[in-house]
């Protein structure tokens, strides 16, 4: 079933979600289903389950259309395809490396494109959705995404990561999208205003 992704303005995209206590509960499994069904008709690489207005420690990723990029070398296209997981009750436990720049966009604020500064390679401790607890270290493209997603379970939007003149320069255009004046081609859900707990 696809969901109504909630936009930008609303609060529980600045909660941070609970702990999932059941991962193989139906309840979960099911909200797994719809959480990449929502994310494939929207065309996303990551989504988040306070993005679906469940304020969870869930997200899911799929970032092979990143693998179309031509200046990537076979095993990094090949890794790209091949890195549909779902992470629940994460935990980065280390990121390291020189921080690099990368547009991000967010499901949740259509139409804003912004660079955004993070570390290249991440360990992660999750369960997957079959109940088994890893720990696995992701880099390049992978990471960023779980570092996006990530963030979402933690509260935080992209935006909340640009420079004070940046976030000047866009206030304009969020609270249009808070207000619904944005087009979308997937079904989203607007909270009329900014409603940043
Ligand atoms: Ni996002």
New binding site residues.
């Given amino acids: 079933m696809i969901l109504p992704i909630v936009a930008y303005g609303t609060s529980i995209l600045w909660k941070r979600g609970k702990e999932i206590e059941n991962p193989l509960s139906d309840e979960v499994q099911k909200l797994i289903d719809d959480m990449f069904e929502t994310m494939y008709n929207a065309s ?1 690489v ?3 389950a306070p ?1 679906v207005d469940r304020s969870l420690r869930l997200f899911v990723i799929d970032p092979a259309p990143f693998a179309e990029w031509d200046e990537l070398g076979e095993t990094d296209k090949k890794s790209l395809l091949n890195a549909k997981k779902v992470f629940i009750n994460p935990l980065i436990i280390n990121e390291e490396g020189e921080e690099w720049t990368f547009e ?6 259509p139409a804003i494109h912004e660079k955004v500064n993070r570390k290249p390679v991440i360990t992660m401790e999750y369960t997957d959705r079959e109940g088994n607890r890893l720990t696995e270290t992701f880099d390049g493209l992978i990471a960023r995404v779980i570092q ?2 990530y ?2 379970v933690e509260g935080i ?2 935006t909340d990561r640009l420079s004070p003149l940046k976030k000047r320069l866009l206030k304009r255009k969020l609270e249009k999208i808070a207000k619904g004046q944005v087009r979308v081609d997937y079904p989203m859900k607007f909270p009329g205003k900014i409603r940043r707990p």
């Fill in positions: 996303g990551g989504l988040a993005q991000e966009g967010c499901l949740s604020i996006h997603e963030d979402h939007l992209f």
